[in-house]
């Protein structure tokens, strides 16, 4: 990989040898190996022993989890914050572990969308819960460097399962405590 960084440097009208660029394609490799690491570790051993029993059927919420993740399109990132929830049926997944979840999909080349259902499939089997509720909201910096995306200005992305679908009121209040707008109002 360091060579290829090292003709991306050329290619953009770099000198690659002047001495402040000497390590640069060392520590982009380093980078972008962990910022993909998704694609080289176990989703099973990441969940391994993290879902129990548990009789509850109180509405689990987490809001504001932190989401780096590089775009497909460009290898640049897009970051924000996730909120999921889910109404048990009998297992619960350690809380920590929602956040590696995500995680584990958001170190990878991503779309928003993509990445929002395949946490919100994984949540799903793992746990079959009455219901459950994935939303994202994201800056991409391809859209706001770029200048097609007002600066500031955020893609919201939701993957909605079980009664989280087929209840409104279920759906309503999992958006409410999430803090975004009901898409179905
Ligand atoms: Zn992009």
Redesign the pocket.
């Known amino acids: 990989m360091k060579d290829a960084v090292r003709d991306i440097l050329v290619a953009i009208g770099e000198n690659p040898d002047r001495p402040e660029l000497e390590r640069t394609p060392a520590r982009v490799e380093e980078s972008l190996l962990d910022l993909t690491r998704g694609y080289r570790e176990s989703l099973e051993d990441l969940l391994q022993g993290a879902v129990f029993e548990d009789p509850s059927q109180t509405m689990v919420l987490v809001r504001d989890i932190p989401v780096y993740s590089l775009?497909e399109?460009?290898i640049?990132p897009f970051f924000g914050k996730a909120h999921v929830a889910y109404i048990p049926a009998g297992r619960l997944l350690g809380l920590s572990k929602i956040p590696r979840v995500i995680e584990h999909f958001a170190r990878r080349l991503q779309v928003q969308e993509r990445l929002t259902e395949q946490v919100a499939d994984t949540l799903n089997g793992v746990l079959r819960p009455r219901g459950l509720g994935v939303v994202l909201e994201a800056t991409?910096l391809?859209m706001v460097m770029r200048g097609i995306q007002k600066e500031g200005s955020v893609a919201t992305t939701s993957a909605l399962r079980g009664n989280f679908l087929s209840d409104p009121r279920a759906r309503a209040e999992f958006l409410a405590l999430a803090g975004v707008p009901n898409p179905t109002r």
């Open positions: 775009c399109h460009h640049l991409h391809c």
